[in-house]
């Protein structure tokens, strides 16, 4: 069992950042690729930003530019560096990492609120 916690979100004013990070402990050898999510108010969730145990990265189109995501392999720690925020961004974020062992194994954090007003 992985266990992953969010810390990081808060209020933001547009065109300003926030730092996003997530702790995974348990059995975090069997983390492969770990990633953010966003549900906004009445929104479904979506993929914001995903990394592979090799580095490589993925972004949706409406965040790729603004935001980094990147993985200290070392302590185990998710981040997700978002500048030039815009009122849109306004959603809970949540960590995502899957098992090694198998794609359909997903691990969920419980969100953090990300406010960004104009």
């Known amino acids: 069992q992985v266990q992953l916690v969010e810390s990081g979100g808060g209020l933001a004013q547009s065109g300003g950042s926030l730092r996003l990070s997530c702790a995974a402990s348990?059995?975090?050898?069997?983390?492969?690729?770990m990633g953010w999510y966003r549900q906004a108010p009445g929104k479904q969730r979506e993929l914001v930003a995903d990394?592979?145990?090799?580095?490589?990265?993925r972004y949706a189109g409406s965040v790729k530019g603004r935001f980094t995501i990147s993985r200290d392999y070392v302590g185990q720690t998710l981040y997700l560096q978002m500048n030039s925020l815009k009122p849109e961004d306004t959603a809970v974020y949540y960590c995502?990492?899957?098992?090694?062992?198998?794609?359909?194994?997903?691990?969920w954090g419980r969100g953090t609120l990300v406010t960004v007003s104009s």
């Open positions: 990394i592979t145990r090799g580095g490589d990265t």
């Open positions: 348990g059995s975090i050898f069997s983390i492969a690729v």
């Open positions: 995502n990492a899957d098992d090694i062992r198998s794609p359909d194994i997903l691990y």
